[in-house]
């Protein structure tokens, strides 16, 4: 019997209200995104954004695609370390939400049947370190500390990282630690931060062989 190809984890998001307006296309695989055209690296559908800066997060490659534009500039440069470690294609556009990944990661995922559940991390960016553990838990919970000392990096207030962590914990219905365990630059503790969730990511996202179709839980349930 020929075992049928595992389900693509994927899905397209839009909203546009008077408050928030966002496309956000994502893929946990990597590839082609439902909106693009797979025989070109650079299609995107049209959209109603318009930026005056040159976008902050592109990149396109025979795996992944990401096209990032939160309007905020070092924003963009966080989750598109986190898009490219994790082993995500992504677009985004994203003008007043900024809580929309992790809700868009918890469909694309689906059940959490034959994956691994847990993954954990240690990334360095020079100076900095930082570890994030997290479980596919169904349980969302998050307790983030990256001990970042500076009012802003850019334009963005270095509380809203935090923030944003908890949120795609709190949306993506995952239990999530993050904690930056040394560093002097602001920047290098944001990014290695971002940089081990997304490996913590790519572990327990895994399809685990030969567990296809089990729970990953003493209860039988998530």
């Not at 003008?95 to 694309?108: E, N, P």
């Not at 999530?176 to 040394?182: F, Q, T, V």
């Not at 969730?197 to 062989?209: D, E, G, K, S």
Request: proline residues 5%; glycine residues 8%; hydrophobic residues 35%.
């Amino acid at each position: 019997m020929t075992t049928p190809p595992p389900r693509a984890r994927s899905t397209i998001l839009n909203r546009d209200t008077n408050e928030t307006k966002i496309q956000l296309s994502l893929n946990l695989d990597g590839g082609p995104l439902k909106d693009q055209d797979p025989t070109t690296s650079n299609s995107q559908p049209n959209d109603s954004f318009t930026s005056d800066a040159k976008l902050h997060a592109t990149q396109a490659s025979t795996s992944q695609y990401i096209d990032i534009d939160s309007g905020i500039g070092f924003l963009d440069h966080m989750l598109h370390a986190l898009a490219k470690h994790a082993g995500w294609s992504v677009r985004l556009r994203c003008r007043g939400d900024l809580h929309t990944l992790g809700s868009a990661f918890k469909t694309a995922l689906g059940p959490i049947t034959g994956l691994a559940r847990f993954g954990f991390a240690y990334c360095p960016l020079d100076e900095s370190l930082s570890r994030a553990v997290i479980d596919l838990s169904n349980r969302p919970f998050s307790i983030i500390d990256l001990g970042l000392k500076r009012e802003k990096i850019g334009d963005l207030s270095t509380e809203m990282l935090p923030h944003c962590l908890m949120s795609f914990a709190q949306a993506a219905g995952v239990t999530l630690h993050i904690d930056c365990l040394r560093g002097e630059n602001d920047h290098h503790r944001a990014e290695s931060a971002f940089k081990a969730l997304a490996v913590a990511i790519h572990m327990a996202t895994q399809r685990v062989v030969e567990r296809e179709g089990e729970v990953p839980s003493t209860k039988g349930v998530l």
